[in-house]
Each structure stands twice: as C-alpha cells, then as structure tokens.
C-alpha cells in the first residue's frame, strides 16, 4: 500500500472514537505511536448530520495538529457503539446517539474528508487494539471483555479480528449465565449484562437504598444521576459495604463468565477494560481471576491462561480504529 | 503424501472410536467411503494393555475386510473420550476406562500396527467428522454439540478444527448456565452438563419417583441399571409426562446455551449429535432451536444460523479420525 507516495515518507491513518459525549480522533502513524488528537463534545442531541459535521472537523484538527501533509494521511477508522455493518459502514442504530437509524456514516464521512473511511463495532476494535498495541501484545488467541454501562467484548482468534459469520461475534454481554436471572436490556433474562453491567450494579444498589441500606452511594446518587465508574470507585476507597457487596456479586458473574468462555474456546488471554475495570484496577480483577480458574475444566496449569486488564485505556479505540484502517487499505 | 506409493494407488487410513463399551475400527478411503469395518467390545475390565491389544486386533480385522495391501494403509486416527493429549498422543485418564493413567496410547499402538497413529479428543473428531462429512458440509464455522451422559462439543472456526490454546477448546458442557445451579460431575455447579445431559435428565426422573410420581419410567428404571437414550424415547413415545417435563427443561437449557455460544462467536451452524439427539431426532431441536432464537442478541435474519442434526450416528467419529490421520500425516 501506499507504493506511489515515495518510499521514505512515513503514512498515517487517524483512528476516531465517536461516543455518546465525546469524538476523540488520533493520528496514528505506522507503529502505532498517537502523533497529535483533537477531541470534541458530540452534542448527540442535534442529530446525524450535525454529529457527522462534528467528527470531520475534528478530523482535520487532529491532522493540522500532527503537522503531517494531507496526502500522507491514508485513510480514517472510525468505531461507533451500537449495531453496526462494517462492511458497508452503516450504523443500525446507536442508543446514545438519538436519531441514528441506518446512517452510512463510512460514505459520508468519506465524503466530506475525501479518504476511504472504515468502520467498525467499538468493542471490536478496543480488542484489536489491545491486541496489536496493549495487554495482548503476542497473544494468538484473547478474548477483550469491557465492563461499562453495558458489557461488550471481541474476540481474536488465530492473530485475527473475529467478526462472525453475521457480522456479531463477540457479544459477551449476551451470554447467559444465570438462567432466569435478573431481565436485560435486550429483553431477555439472565444476561451477563443484567448482572454485571454498571447498570445492574446501579439496580442492585438503589434497589437496596431504597429498603432503607445505609451506604455512602446515598449521597453519591443523590441527585439522580446515573452512577459512574468513579462513584463506585469512591465507594470502594470508604469501604462502603453495600458497593463491596454488589461488586462482589458482579465479579462473581464475571468469573463465571470468564470460565465459560475459557473453557468453550480456550484462550490465551482474557483482557479485561472498561471504565469499572479502568476505575477499579488490579483488584478489580483479582475476585474475577479466582472465581474463573476455580471453574476452568482443565485444572493443569491454570495460570497459562492470562487474565489481565487492559492497557490502553481510552486509546484502544482509536488504535484499534486505526489499525482496521490499515488492515481494510491493504486488502482493498 | 504417499508419492512413493505409485500414483494411480488408493490410499486408506483406519479411523478408531475407542469407547467404554465398544471399540469400532473403519477403513477410510481418501473420499470419507467406509470401505470395511471391524467392532470388539472393549471389556475396559482388563485394562490398558489389553484393551490396547484388542483395539489393534479389531483394526486388522477391518484392514483385512477391506481386502486392501497393508502398505496402502497410510495411518490409523484415533479418538477417546476424556482428557488426553492430542500432539503426544497420551490419555490422561478416561473416566469410562478404568486403570487408564497417563497411557501412550498412539506410541503403543503405533508399534503393535507399524503404522502412525493419531489421538484425538472423542467430540472435536466427531465435530470434524460433522463438518468435513456430515451436516456441517461447506460451512466455514461450526459448533458441534454432542448430548449422552455428559455433553461434549466442539468448533469449526474457519475451517479448522480449533483445539485451544491448552488443547481443551469446545467443552461446552462446561459452560456456565445457571450460576450455582445442581452441582455436576466436575464439582462445580451449574454447568450445562447438570442441566441438560442424560445424567441429570436421570437425576431429576429419580428425585420426581422418588418423590411418588407416576411414570413410566418407574417400570423402565426399576432394575437400577442406568437410563438410556432409548428409554428416553420410549418414554416420550408413550407421552409420559415427568419425561416431557424434564426433557423440555433440557431442551431449555440446551436453547440458552446454543444463544450464549452464537452470541458469543456468531457460527453458521450449530449441530446436535449424541445419544439423546440420535434417539429423539428432529423433535428434539425444535424446542432448543424456538429458545435459541429468543436469545440471539442479533435478531436480524436469526433464521440464517442453522440449528440442526447431526448425520453421521456412529460414524462421525471413525471418520473424524480418518479425516485427522490424513491431516496430520499431511503437515508432518
């Protein structure tokens, strides 16, 4: 790729993060280093078009502040949360971002910048970014599970980003893992992410402050606000007893979880992010790691399968966008 | 392969399927054709040696039906049941299998053949059989699951059997359904293999006779001996209703599973084999197929992942193993 723009010059491709709240696009030169970001709010409320608007300024910001000549900038590797088609670069939909029903972002976008633009599920590329620049550095085989408002995961298998053969692999969220259990956003029972989701936790604990359970979350969630990762981050550093339970349960879930998928496609690595596990760090793994390897259905050796967190942060996403966008150019 | 071996000469290999009871040898030509086959029971009572001298009598009689030249026999593939492992070609232990430790199955019966011998895992060959042979024909990714006293499965992930980073990819039934749901037989609880194989299919028959409830199942179980497939089917026949129930809540299980699994890697096909499955047939999936369905996170299309039956009964181990041997002797 890239055979007519000299031999010498170095290539860059800008991976771009589009959020609920925020755009972050990075240029991202060949071995993965961020030459400069720019950073925007995505006021979701004014809709596609304007948002779109939004992510192709900040583009251009992010390319006047690496200094690098337009030209040698190749292509743009966008993700965005929610059902998507990477192929084509339709988003379905996006719950955080009101109004996007069937939106070919990709061409749009490719338009108004005048590059190839990729796309590609945000989970799906926090993996591949873990696993080319982050924790899964040299692994074959790792499974990215990211623990958030709701839980998303990717999967690589064999070196290789695993898409599915409906384009949907991946969903950890969805797998179930207590029966019957408690409902889910999408309508079933017993989801990981109705059990293990900040948003279950948040359930759990209001639910608990409402019969009256004294806890340091009453005036953290005063104001009725959504709970975030640094709320129960703080909970955890007061040693508040009803988050400590409630992490515990969901840490539980999560090792069951981690066993499940451990003994059904055998793994190297299990990377952990998110903003609960970025928030929490190590020891918010450290239940999870015990509880998986108790259930592991081969006992030898059960520390051959790593179980990590993640490195890169807000970063896996713009790197992994970045190096899609770099694998999607080479075999264009 | 084989260039020595003149090039208009057929080639054979002897797919094994050592189990508990029976020992079955077929000769396999290059288009998966059973060309002959040989059966011993196993009289696993005598242990390893014996039985590994019976396994290679059993292949010479399959050899010698086939009225083949022993030099156009290339390799003799070979699958057990339980924990083994499949490069050294050493079975760990084999719960069905008494006295078996640490056994170099391959080598030994490698020298009594003067032929190489390939070991693998009983489900991953008959996942491979499935797929290569049978009901997964022309897929790229599979899942197989197999339903009997315990439940077993294994993937077709782009085309190639996935053995796992630790050689233990496909133990589905030890894939958490129900958290601290019945205890199963690997002392954790809530694993499919406690939900939904013939084992707690039995277990839950018990309790309910035990209990004072009427069936059929008291006349087909009074002698003590374990339940069967076969009676399953007898039973739902006579449509006994403490059948129905406990198979539905099988199913059921099975159903959550099979979502759990596609929600995770999105395969193009799941399929069902084992005793239970073979001796219900296509009833038995519907009710697994309906659950399945209500589960995908993906509800686009859900019609395009094929849940279905396995064809191969008996053979797809055998063949499994033939497709193995040759794989194996190919990459040597």
Redesign the interface.
């Known amino acids: 790729m890239a055979k007519k723009r000299g031999k010498r010059k170095p290539t860059y491709v800008v991976g771009v993060d589009l959020g609920g709240t925020k755009v972050l696009a990075a240029v991202v030169d060949g071995k993965g280093n961020v030459v400069s970001e720019a950073k925007r709010r995505t006021r979701a409320e004014q809709g596609p078009e304007a948002v779109i608007a939004r992510v192709a300024r900040t583009v251009r910001d992010a390319i006047q502040g690496a200094d690098v000549p337009a030209r040698q900038v190749l292509a743009v590797g966008m993700v965005a949360p929610g059902?998507l088609d990477a192929e084509t670069g339709v988003v379905y939909c996006a719950p955080n971002l009101p109004g996007w029903e069937d939106v070919p972002l990709a061409k749009t976008l490719s338009q108004a910048l005048e590059v190839p633009v990729f796309l590609e599920n945000d989970v799906n590329a926090g993996t591949l970014g873990e696993h080319v620049y982050g924790a899964g550095q040299g692994t074959?085989?790792m499974v990215g599970i990211f623990v958030g408002t709701g839980v998303g995961?990717g999967?690589i298998?064999?070196g290789k980003l695993?898409?599915?053969?409906?384009?949907?692999?991946?969903?950890?969220?969805?797998?179930?893992?207590?029966?019957?259990?408690p409902v889910c956003g999408?309508g079933?029972r017993?989801c990981l992410e109705a059990?293990a989701s900040r948003t279950a936790m948040e359930r759990d604990i209001r639910e608990a402050l409402d019969s009256g359970r004294q806890s340091v979350m009453a005036d953290l969630l005063k104001d009725g606000a959504p709970i975030t990762s640094g709320m129960i981050a703080e909970a955890v550093r007061q040693e508040d007893e009803l988050t400590l339970k409630v992490l515990a349960q969901a840490q539980?879930?999560l090792g069951?979880?981690t066993?499940?998928?451990v003994?059904?496609?055998?793994?190297?690595m299990v990377v952990f992010g998110g903003g609960v596990a970025e928030a929490l760090g190590k020891p918010f793994l450290k239940p999870i790691r015990a509880t998986a390897r108790?259930?592991f259905?081969?006992q030898?050796?059960v520390g051959?399968?790593r179980i990590v967190l993640a490195k890169l942060g807000d970063y896996a996403g713009v790197l992994g966008a970045a190096t899609i966008a770099r694998q999607r150019l080479g075999s264009a």
């Open positions: 059902p074959r085989d995961g999967i298998a064999d695993r898409r599915g053969f409906r384009g949907n692999a991946g969903e950890v969220g969805h797998m179930i893992v207590q029966a019957d259990g999408c079933n017993g059990l539980r879930y069951l979880l066993a499940s998928i003994n059904f496609i055998d793994p190297e108790q259930y259905v081969n030898r050796d051959q399968v």
